[in-house]
């Protein structure tokens, strides 16, 4: 019985913390994706109001600074986010969290 309770000892905490780490690399690559599809998604809608088979100057700088504000707000907020999460967390003794 005693083997069971030393079972993996300090290996199962790290394979907890592999699989931590993987789950939360894979939430970065969400949110990257995430943040692509939307910027491609709004700032194309904005930018160029009639498809063609290339973009003129005006339609290019416009997505380039559409690009680089939602880039902007994204940081921002996700910033925000994980600002409040943390600060909630230590104002719940550390428990739960990321």
């Given at each position: ?74 940081n921002i907020v ?21």
């Amino acid at each position: 019985m005693s083997d069971y309770g030393n079972y993996g000892g300090g290996s199962m905490e790290a394979k907890k913390q592999q699989v931590m780490d993987q789950v939360r690399s894979e939430l970065a690559l969400a949110n990257a994706q995430e943040l692509i599809n939307k910027i491609n998604e709004k700032c194309f809608a904005k930018c160029v109001p009639k498809p063609g088979s290339s973009l003129d100057s005006s339609e290019q700088a416009c997505l380039s600074k559409c690009m680089d504000r939602y880039m902007e707000a994204w940081n921002i907020v996700s910033r925000t986010y994980i600002n409040r999460v943390q600060r909630e967390s230590q104002n719940m003794g550390g428990a739960g969290g990321f």
